[in-house]
């Protein structure tokens, strides 16, 4: 029977290859969480994120009624307050969204939906992470993810899509996550 040969400060060679390979599959994991379950990374959140100074004074234009002529974005959870500097999300880690979108005159082109988080001249795409969540019905179309991550902090996000005439609906919302 061989022995793997130690000294009194090495491991074996196996333990050693193991240990490279719990942390390699570890790393990877996380990784492929983070991206998964959260709507930004840390390193996302910390740029996106808004000071309490420059929150008070960051706004967001008011909605504007739903047409015929586009489609309609309803926030359904988590909810949305007017306030004087727009509308605000108020919304806890991890949360719930649910997100209706209606179809007006024309069906909706599910390819130009986007999401996004954006703070003075940064703006971060979401997209590919909500797409999972996003289902098209005869209506429309929902976006229903349950118990999504996002850091805590103050952040301005976005949501917009087309119909098949390009008839575009775009909302930014002010986002509070306690």
Same mark, same amino acid.
């Given at each position: 029977?061989?022995?793997?040969?130690?000294?009194?400060?090495?491991?074996?060679?196996?333990?050693?290859?193991?240990?490279?390979?719990?942390?390699?599959?570890?790393?990877?994991?996380?990784?492929?969480?983070?991206?998964?379950?959260?709507?930004?990374?840390?390193?996302?959140?910390?740029?996106?994120?808004?000071?309490?100074?420059?929150?008070?004074?960051?706004?967001?234009?008011?909605?504007?009624?739903?047409?015929?002529?586009?489609?309609?974005?309803?926030?359904?959870?988590?909810?949305?307050?007017?306030?004087?500097?727009? &509308?605000?999300?108020?919304? /806890?880690?991890?949360?719930?969204? %649910?997100?209706? +979108?209606?179809?007006? $005159?024309?069906? *909706?082109? &599910?390819?130009?939906?986007? /999401?996004?988080?954006?703070?003075? %001249?940064?703006? +971060?795409?979401?997209? $590919?992470?909500? *797409?999972?969540?996003?289902?098209?019905?005869?209506?429309?179309?929902?976006?229903?993810?349950?118990?999504?991550?996002?850091?805590?902090?103050?952040?301005?996000?976005?949501?917009?899509?087309?119909?098949?005439?390009?008839?575009?609906?775009?909302?930014?919302?002010?986002?509070?996550?306690?």
């Amino acid at each position: 029977m061989l022995i793997p040969r130690t000294t009194e400060n090495s491991m074996p060679r196996s333990i050693t290859y193991l240990l490279i390979i719990l942390v390699v599959c570890g790393m990877f994991l996380t990784s492929a969480y983070s991206e998964s379950d959260h709507l930004f990374t840390e390193d996302e959140a910390k740029q996106l994120r808004y000071s309490d100074k420059d929150w008070g004074k960051e706004t967001v234009p008011k909605h504007k009624p739903d047409t015929l002529d586009r489609p309609s974005i309803i926030f359904e959870e988590p909810d949305v307050v007017d306030t004087d500097k727009g &509308p605000t999300i108020i919304a /806890v880690d991890p949360t719930n969204v %649910f997100i209706v +979108i209606k179809q007006n $005159d024309s069906p *909706l082109d &599910p390819g130009t939906l986007k /999401v996004w988080g954006e703070k003075f %001249f940064v703006h +971060i795409d979401v997209t $590919d992470r909500v *797409l999972k969540y996003f289902k098209t019905n005869k209506e429309g179309a929902i976006l229903h993810a349950k118990g999504i991550h996002i850091p805590k902090g103050h952040y301005k996000v976005g949501v917009s899509i087309k119909d098949v005439n390009g008839n575009k609906m775009e909302k930014k919302y002010r986002l509070k996550v306690e």
